[in-house]
């Protein structure tokens, strides 16, 4: 395992929505990915993160630096690949592993 890893992720949050409506709007999101569209013009247009504003880029980052359930779905992501939906305590993620 490599000690950092880079990634970028999409955020849709819990504190402003349902979890059933942040539930469909992720699963919307990997329809649109799986249609094409790239995802950090998804990212900029959808994250609730501040970094959705950069495309989600969250730089460099290694273990211990994100909750477990993001870690453990970066980490085991291949570079180039992103994750399917992944709930956290701040609510859906979507993780696309860059380096």
Do not use: Q
Not at 3 to 15: G, P, Q, Y
């Amino acid at each position: 395992m490599p000690v950092e890893i880079r990634a970028s992720h999409i955020l849709i949050d819990i504190k402003s929505r349902s979890k059933e409506e942040a539930k469909t709007a992720i699963n919307g999101l990997i329809i649109d990915l799986d249609g094409g569209v790239d995802f950090a013009e998804l990212a900029k247009e959808h994250s609730d993160c501040p970094s959705g504003s950069g495309g989600g880029d969250l730089g460099h980052f290694g273990k211990g630096a994100m909750v477990a359930e993001f870690e453990k779905a970066a980490f085991d992501l291949e570079i180039g690949a992103t994750s399917d939906a992944v709930e956290t305590s701040f609510g859906y993620h979507l993780i696309h592993r860059t380096e």
